[in-house]
């Protein structure tokens, strides 16, 4: 069932989706080679608790940590380790709370030092990936719109993978609610895009073969032929003209460009 939202619980959603991009701005300051994804967790559930929510991953199906970190080759729900990150790799962090009972849910890839301009190509156009979904999810479209323009950028016109496995989905009251938004299909087909409908869409894109494949955790996703994957995740009101993009990028973006350590897509193709 669709849970369409009011537009007062649109902004208590608003609200969450800014503490998550907040936490992530967190990240993006103190990310850097040496340190640990367990050492982030803490920095993560801390900072979502001091500011008056709960880590809504923790726990949620027995999931035991407050963020998902990636690595590399780690798709999605990567389980937060001891093991130091390096210079030039990539993790993609995915948070989610709950504040006034109301989820937010988002994911930013940081490149940690320079993992080569084939990596952040992949980087950067999943990105735009990303915004070229969220420029179809507007009132009287289908959710296939969405899914074409997602795959249409990256797999057609890249000759990235796909992930068929995991997909976007409505937010709200619940983590995971009604529509499912995949990010590969056909335009014109699937619900019918509606004014109060809040979706998390999120391209995970591979930089080689689209297949994946759970380790034994239960939990950690990762590509079949062990290539970088890519996630970026925004969470979407629908209106009718313009998407509303709930959570906030630009104060990442800033924390990372100001961070020595972290390389952006933008400066690697400046050079």
Do not use: W
């Given at each position: 069932?669709?849970?369409?939202?009011?537009?007062?619980?649109?902004?208590?959603?608003?609200?969450?989706?800014?503490?998550?991009?907040?936490?992530?701005?967190?990240?993006?300051?103190?990310?850097?080679?040496?340190?640990?994804?367990?050492?982030?967790?803490?920095?993560?559930?801390?900072?979502?608790?001091?500011?008056?929510?709960?880590?809504?991953?923790?726990?949620?199906?027995?999931?035991?940590?407050?963020?998902?970190?990636?690595?590399?080759?780690?798709?999605?729900?990567?389980?937060?380790?001891?093991?130091?990150?390096?210079?030039?790799?990539?993790?993609?962090?995915?948070?989610?709370?709950?504040?006034?009972?109301?989820?937010?849910?988002?994911?930013?890839?940081?490149?940690?030092?320079?993992?080569?301009?084939?990596?952040?190509?992949?980087?950067?156009?999943?990105?735009?990936?990303?915004?070229?979904?969220?420029?179809?999810?507007?009132?009287?479209?289908?959710?296939?719109?969405?899914?074409?323009?997602?795959?249409?950028?990256?797999?057609?016109?890249?000759?990235?993978?796909?992930?068929?496995?995991?997909?976007?989905?409505?937010?709200?009251?619940?983590?995971?609610?009604?529509?499912?938004?995949?990010?590969?299909?056909?335009?014109?087909?699937?619900?019918?895009?509606?004014?109060?409908?809040?979706?998390?869409?999120?391209?995970?894109?591979?930089?080689?073969?689209?297949?994946v494949y759970t380790e034994s955790d239960g939990w950690t996703v990762r590509t079949?032929?062990?290539?970088?994957?890519?996630?970026?995740?925004?969470?979407?009101a629908i209106r009718k003209n313009k998407a509303d993009i709930l959570s906030d990028?630009?104060?990442?973006?800033?924390?990372?460009?100001?961070?020595?350590?972290?390389?952006?897509?933008?400066?690697?193709?400046?050079?």
């Open positions: 069932m669709i849970h369409y939202k009011t537009p007062a619980e649109i902004e208590l959603m608003r609200d969450s989706a800014l503490l998550v991009s907040k936490t992530l701005t967190e990240v993006a300051k103190v990310l850097q080679p040496g340190m640990t994804t367990l050492q982030l967790d803490k920095l993560i559930a801390d900072f979502i608790r001091d500011n008056g929510a709960i880590p809504s991953f923790l726990n949620y199906r027995g999931y035991p940590f407050a963020s998902c970190t990636s690595v590399n080759d780690v798709v999605v729900h990567g389980f937060p380790n001891g093991q130091a990150l390096r210079e030039g790799d990539i993790v993609s962090i995915d948070i989610g709370v709950i504040k006034k009972g109301y989820h937010g849910d988002h994911a930013y890839t940081f490149a940690i030092g320079d993992p080569g301009p084939e990596i952040m190509q992949l980087i950067r156009v999943t990105k735009e990936s990303l915004y070229k979904g969220i420029e179809k999810a507007v009132a009287g479209g289908r959710v296939g719109d969405i899914s074409y323009a997602i795959q249409e950028h990256t797999e057609k016109k890249y000759g990235y993978g796909v992930v068929r496995e995991l997909v976007g989905h409505g937010l709200g009251r619940h983590l995971h609610e009604d529509p499912q938004v995949p990010n590969y299909g056909r335009r014109g087909t699937g619900g019918k895009l509606k004014e109060g409908l809040v979706l998390a869409i999120e391209p995970m894109i591979n930089l080689g073969r689209r297949e079949f032929d062990h290539r970088p994957s890519v996630h970026f995740e925004h969470d979407v990028y630009s104060i990442i973006e800033a924390a990372e460009k100001a961070n020595p350590y972290l390389v952006t897509g933008e400066s690697v193709l400046s050079q």
